[in-house]
């Protein structure tokens, strides 16, 4: 079942009911008044004849049939009936046709004095009148002729109405529906045009006003984040595909050349030796490659736990005076702080590790004297560590670029490096909530600092 029918379908059952309970009360409400009306004239009839008959002296019963027969009130079927207590006919209105009524109903209302009730289509009441010592039992009953077809056209109107009202509504619903839902429609047929391959399509955003537009603005954004995530995976894979190329041919080249003539040890064994330092800068870009495709994958997974930033920075301080003895690494608190966890933040020490060592490694190796100033310290909810160098510094443009991955700067490329360390240090910094920035002036130096919401 479509939106728009099952739409127009409920719409219809709302309103039709509705209109049914609507039609049902002013029909209930209009025969109950005109019930009461008619026995209310009924009542009146009996007590007029029955005071007539008894009150005025000069009325026997001949000139109250004639009396009854032609008043302008007569109302159509109408009989009177007068008993006595014992339950004799006193008085009857009509003498050819009998009047029948049920066996108790003279005792009822000579036990309740007033009773309502229906003879046939009739409808009867019959009162007690007690003068001068006489129980008189009056009934009367008639036909309400007027106020039945009052009723009959009533329901006809009532009828005719419900279903002409029903059969708008059904219309009405279903053009609603239809027009509600159209602009998903559209947006169907514009997602159904959108592929793999040309994610740069966006939909139709409207005036961003109804909800519909909305959908149209959070579906355009998700194209967005997802042609980012292709276009990072499609230069991820042709930069890594080329930074591999490089050292391969360099290896192959140098196998050639060993293979070319025979050659003395001593060469061989130069040659062998360029081999293993080609491999081992092969392996340490396929561990950098490594850790940055999982970095662009799925970093949600890692565990999360509370460290100091200032453990953080002395394991990689550690860390990389092992491999580069003479680097210096020099650090300075801005403020010692008040208690142990005060530089306390929620992160995955591991990946922390990484971040500041990367930092520390540019800085020692962009820097002819490999020295790097770290200070650390606090600022609102923030826990912050900067590193400064006094090395090549970075121009306007290139800060633009030092974070994407690949991207060396050109005064960079005579340094060992493949341009994945900044990009990594970003990402991790992104799944932190954290922020990195650097400040930097070509041939002065640069200052690199991450800042991460106090723990
Ligand atoms: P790598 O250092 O291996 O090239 P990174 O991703 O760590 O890769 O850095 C990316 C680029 O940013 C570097 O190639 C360099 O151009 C620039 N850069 C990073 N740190 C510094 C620094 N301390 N001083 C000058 N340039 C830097």
Redesign the pocket.
């Known amino acids: 079942m479509t939106i728009r029918n099952r739409i127009s379908g409920q719409f219809t059952l709302i309103v039709a009911s509705i209109l049914i309970g609507f039609s049902l009360l002013i029909y209930l409400v209009s025969a109950t008044y005109r019930r009461e009306e008619f026995y209310e004239r009924l009542k009146n009839k009996a007590r007029t004849t029955v005071r007539f008959l008894v009150e005025v002296k000069e009325v026997d019963n001949d000139l109250l049939r004639i009396i009854d027969r032609n008043t302008l009130t007569a109302l159509i079927d109408e009989k009177v009936l007068i008993l006595n207590e014992k339950n004799e006919l006193v008085y009857s209105s009509v003498d050819d046709h009998p009047v029948r009524y049920q066996p108790g109903l003279l005792d009822a209302v000579r036990k309740t004095h007033e009773v309502e009730t229906t003879n046939g289509e009739n409808e009867l009441v019959g009162i007690l009148y007690e003068a001068n010592g006489q129980r008189l039992v009056v009934l009367a009953s008639a036909y309400d002729q007027f106020g039945q077809s009052k009723l009959a056209n009533l329901r006809l109107t009532l009828f005719w109405g419900l279903l002409g009202g029903i059969v708008l509504t059904v219309g009405l619903g279903f053009f609603f529906a239809g027009q509600s839902l159209q602009p998903i429609g559209h947006i169907n047929q514009q997602v159904q045009t959108i592929t793999a391959r040309n994610l740069r399509q966006r939909l139709d955003e409207g005036r961003r006003q109804d909800e519909i537009d909305q959908l149209a603005v959070n579906f355009n954004a998700v194209l967005q984040r997802l042609e980012q995530a292709f276009e990072q995976q499609r230069s991820f894979v042709s930069h890594a595909s080329h930074e591999l190329r490089t050292p391969l041919a360099a290896l192959k080249s140098e196998i050639q050349l060993g293979l070319r003539r025979p050659l003395s040890v001593e060469r061989h064994t130069e040659i062998l030796q360029n081999l293993l330092t080609d491999t081992d800068r092969l392996i340490a870009l396929s561990n950098s490659l490594l850790v940055l495709a999982r970095t662009l994958e799925n970093l949600e997974a890692v565990t999360m736990r509370i460290v100091r930033l200032d453990d953080v920075l002395f394991t990689a301080q550690d860390e990389l005076l092992a491999t580069h003895p003479d680097y210096i690494v020099h650090v300075q608190y801005d403020q010692i702080p008040e208690s142990d966890t005060g530089t306390s933040v929620v992160g995955n020490e591991a990946l922390l590790v990484r971040v500041v060592l ?1 930092l520390l490694d ?2 020692c ?2 820097a002819t004297d490999h020295r790097a100033q770290v200070r650390i310290g606090t600022q609102d909810d923030y826990v912050w560590l900067s590193v400064t ?1 006094t ?4 121009s306007a443009d ?1 800060k633009l670029h ?1 974070f994407e991955p690949f ?3 050109p ?2 490329t005579e ?1 060992a ?7 990594i240090c970003a990402r991790i910094m992104e799944l932190h909530e954290g922020q990195i920035q650097v400040d ?1 002036e070509p041939g002065k130096g ?1 200052t ?1 600092k991450v800042k991460l919401k106090k723990a």
Request: aromatic fraction near 18%; avoid cysteine.
């Open positions: 990367n540019n800085a190796k962009y160098d090395g090549i510094g970075l290139e030092i991207y060396r700067a005064g960079a340094f490096g493949f341009g994945v360390g900044l990009a930097s640069s690199f």
